[in-house]
């Protein structure tokens, strides 16, 4: 692999790093913030479960980021990466959960705009839909399953004790499942772009089976990934667990199993085949926001609660960083583009 | 990921051992209040009988291993991160329950050096007093466990502990009051007080106890 391909990649996996500090935080941020599970195990599992999922089920989404806008120069996708990762990064550093998703987007639009090519406005406004449906989504489920865990554990008269060893094994599932939809959702967001101009070529395993380029692109995004969880996701995860809602631990598992179910069908092939052969509207498979499912859940725990407990001043402040970071990310992007091309003499469009 | 395997394997052996701990806490709360009855009635009736002293060592016995008990679930609590948000509650609760089989331990201590001279006519009312008081820890026994298993009967659980409180607040002021309308000495009288007291106090901190298990009930159910 040339130093240059291995050096714009670098940018791909910075935005992979970003995503492991912040996104990934939010999968097991309720329960290291509510003290369930410690941060080291949670670091373990959220690692190898974002990688799995990246590697074996990261296409569908990355498919419908294609669409927004195929980067075919890797000094392109380079731009994007790095303005998305700084974006998210700056946002980390501030403690909010923002997302790569949204910044990704801004990224690419900014290319789009930086380089003339037209912008699919369907799968835009598909894009944007998911990000007010996810939270809303995440919301409605996590009040359904509170509910009914409420009344199963009242009918069930299991002691405390019990309970919290119940709940501490299902928040691990649950934040498994979390970090392999997670893996599977948003890898598209830190490889996406490397897709159509990947350097790798397929590795043909002793002719028992293969793995494709994609495959070892989302298998690096997937490690760099585990990096940002390992560097960097410690205190947004305690952020996430604490800040907006003081949360219980049954809470955590509820919401940390909602965003889950959301991710997971945004994300899975097999439930939007299954349902197109229902004759049913497939479910698009579009890489949404980690942070917006785990706050929607969050805020839909707290509605049901009454909403006092809610604090709604860092849930607007929350709000207004997913407004921003997509157009900041846009003008960041359209900078490094700008450098690129004009004192690099880079070609980031072919 | 084997060592996290392990570790969950522990976390469900180290659970069963902490409620069985707890369970074992609650029986001998109980067993102390049962002992106490029948201490008191052995001290009325036959005060110089060698088997007294055997009941009131036993009670020690029990102090003591409710101690040893306490500090076990406290280690196992606090070194395996358990129940963060209900920790400190059920710390707070194991406290005080240990202070109350301590103030059943003192007033067996109390009756053993001091050796209380109760006329006859006070001995009805004294295993009276002493019956209701330990019916009211009996009905905080079962508070304690439903605030584990069931917290939707804590509050009636908890009733019960104020309706006995209640009637042990009557019992001890008829009693105080008869003992100082007798012909006794003022010493003698203030002496029968201190004792007839310090039995009464085992309620008012049983119905405390109850109060906050109530507390933490609703806090569980939020």
Known sequence: MELTILLFLLGGLFLGWSLGANDAANVFGT????????????AIICSIFVILGAVISGAGTTETLG????????????????????????????????????????????????????????????????????????GLISIGIYIG??????????????????????????????????????????????????????????????????????????????????????????????????????????????????????????????LTSLNLPAIPLVPVSSSQAIVGGVIGIGFLKGGKEVKWSVAGKISVGWVVLPIITMIIAMFILYILTYMFNLNVVF | ???????????????????????????????VGLAFKSIVRTY????????????????????????????????????ETLIPDARSDVLRLLEHLDELIGMYQGNCYHFSIQKPDFPEEFHEDLIGLTETVVSCVESLCLTVRSF????????????????????????????????FNSDLNLDQKMHLRYFVEKIDRICDQAEDIADELIIYSIKRSV
């Not at chain 1, 865990?149 to 309970?163: D, E, W």
């Not at chain 2, 069931?150 to 008869?178: C, G, M």
């Open chain 1, 67 to 138: 669409k927004l806008g195929a980067i075919n120069a890797l000094p392109g996708a380079f731009a994007c990466c790095v303005a998305a990762g700084f974006s998210v990064y700056l946002m980390t550093k501030s403690g909010l959960p923002v997302s790569t998703t949204q910044a990704i987007v801004g990224a690419i639009i900014g290319w789009n705009i930086f380089t003339g090519s037209s912008i699919d406005f369907g799968v835009l406004t598909t894009i944007f839909a998911t990000w007010i449906i996810c939270p809303i989504l995440a």
């Open chain 2, 148 to 179: 584990f298993r069931d917290t939707k009967s804590v509050r009636d659980n908890a009733h019960k502990v104020t309706y006995f409180e209640k009637e042990s607040d009557i019992k001890f002021s008829s009693l105080a009051r008869r003992i």
């Open chain 1, 31 to 42: 329960a290291v913030g509510t003290r369930m599970v410690n941060f080291r195990t949670a």
């Open chain 1, 149 to 274: 865990l409420k009344k199963f554990i009242a009918a069930s008269n299991i002691h405390l004790l019990r309970l919290d060893a119940y709940t501490r094994a299902a928040l691990l599932l649950a934040g498994a499942f979390g970090a392999y939809s997670l893996g599977a959702n948003n890898i598209a967001n830190v490889m996406g772009v490397f897709v159509n101009i990947s350097p790798f070529t397929d590795i043909n395993v002793s002719n028992f089976f293969i793995i494709t380029s994609v495959q070892q692109l989302f298998l690096i995004g997937g490690l760099a990934i585990a990096v940002g969880v390992f560097t960097y996701s410690k205190k947004v995860m305690f952020t996430v667990g604490n800040d907006l809602l003081k949360l219980s631990p049954l809470s955590a598992f509820v919401i940390v199993l909602s965003h889950s179910i959301v991710l997971f069908l945004f994300a899975s092939q097999g439930i939007s085949s299954f």
């Open chain 2, 1 to 31: 990921m084997f060592g996290l395997k392990t570790s969950k394997i522990s976390l469900f052996s180290d659970t069963k051992k902490l409620e069985k701990d707890i369970d074992e806490f609650v029986n001998i709360l109980s067993e």
């Open chain 2, 44 to 79: 009325l009736t036959h005060s110089k009988n060698g088997n007294f002293d055997e009941m009131v060592e036993k009670v020690t016995e029990m102090e003591s291993k409710a101690d040893t008990i306490t500090k076990e679930i406290e280690h196992a609590l606090y070194e």
